[in-house]
């Protein structure tokens, strides 16, 4: 028989608290120090429009900028699932998006990197039905791809308190 001790899970947050860890939403993290304070790349496409809409709605849209965000997307098509008459019925969509984040009162980088991920969706209904899962499995890749950065800037950049 297992003797579970609730006074250990108790424990936990003094513990993380004593080895400095923050909340990324607490007072002072990192997500308030970028709350509204990030000026997104202009999209140039449907795709990177979307990313930056969804990095907006995650870090906050800028009023008075800070920072300066730069994307590189780049998404491409790879045929999965052939039939035996030679028709691709599966499609992946494998994303990359590339990213700075700027000081604009240095000019200064202060976070970059890059994210990857994938989506999917099959060919082997109508050409609408066709054409309609594209376009959301576009969205839902830009979605993917905007809460990687977002988790990406939050986690890893050391940015001083707004």
Known sequence: MSSFDRRTLLMLPLALAACGFTPVY??????????????????INRDSFLLVQNLEQR?????????????DLNVAEE??????????????????????LRDLTTGNV???GS???FTGY????????????ERDAR????????????TRLYAVADLPAA
């Open 26 to 43: 607490g007072t002072g993290g990192n997500a308030q120090a970028l709350r509204g304070q990030v000026l997104v790349d202009a999209p």
């Open 59 to 71: 870090l906050g849209r800028a009023s008075a900028a800070r920072y300066a965000l730069a994307l």
């Open 79 to 100: 045929g999965l699932a052939v039939t035996r008459q030679n028709v691709t019925a599966r499609i992946n969509l494998v994303g990359t998006a590339s990213y700075a």
């Open 110 to 112: 202060v976070h970059s």
């Open 115 to 117: 994210v990857e991920n």
């Open 122 to 133: 099959s060919t082997t209904g109508s050409t609408v039905e066709t054409l309609a899962a």
């Open 139 to 150: 969205a839902r890749l830009m979605t993917i791809l905007a809460d990687q950065i977002t």
